[in-house]
């Protein structure tokens, strides 16, 4: 059952929506040559608390930090550590705030110092890739017509879309209905439910450069692309309407 928020939920949503959205704009400015992804974690997990909301991911199935930091063939679900980002790191950070029983999920992906024009490029596609989603997140289309969006301007400029993770529903729980995949399914295996106003989902590009075939890594977590070149992520939380669809995950002076 795909929930639709009233009134009153939509704005606890537009609240852990924002926090999200600032905590993520934080965590943008920390991304810079010689930082340790731990060191963002810890400053951007202080941000989320001390403006009263919780960091959603933390111990979310056993999740070991606030954030998930990706960098370069690191897709996502990359784990904060002591590694000191480098110059041209391709640094895909993705933040969850939870408050007053609602949840904020959003992501983007960042350059370490002077990046090559690749992954300016691909990092300008993938947050591209959003918006076109974004365009058939209305009443009238079904989750497909945004899938078919994404995959489209994905491929269309050379890149590739990850399959084994989508973008879900959002908002007493991270993971709600329905599934919001980056491509169309062929067979169809997934229901494609229609939109409906009310609706909170997360659309989430995952985008390689190379191919679109991923492996997880020892420590449980950690998504790669299986050829090693670079992936970016670009993630916001939004509300569908009886209008213009309205991305919950905003701030001043947007990613
Ligand atoms: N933000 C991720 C998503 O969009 C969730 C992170 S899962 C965690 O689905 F376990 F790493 F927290
Ligand atoms: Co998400």
Redesign the pocket.
Known sequence: MIKRRSAREIELMRNAGKIAADARQVAGKLVVVGATTKSINDKVHDFIVSHGAEPA?LN??G?PASL?ISINEQV??GIPSSRKLLQGDVVSI?V?AKVNGFIG?C?ATYIAGDGSKDSERLIQVTRECFYEGLKFARVGYRVSDISRAVQKCAESNGYTVVREYVG?GVGEE??EPPEVPNYVEIPRKRADPRLLSGMTI?I?PMVNSGAAAIKVLGDG?TVVTSDGRNSAHY?NTILITDGDPEILTVCEGMP
Do not use: Q
């Open positions: 991911f979310y199935c999740y998930c996502i679900h993705d969850g999920d992501a879900h991270m993971h997360a989430e977590w993630e």
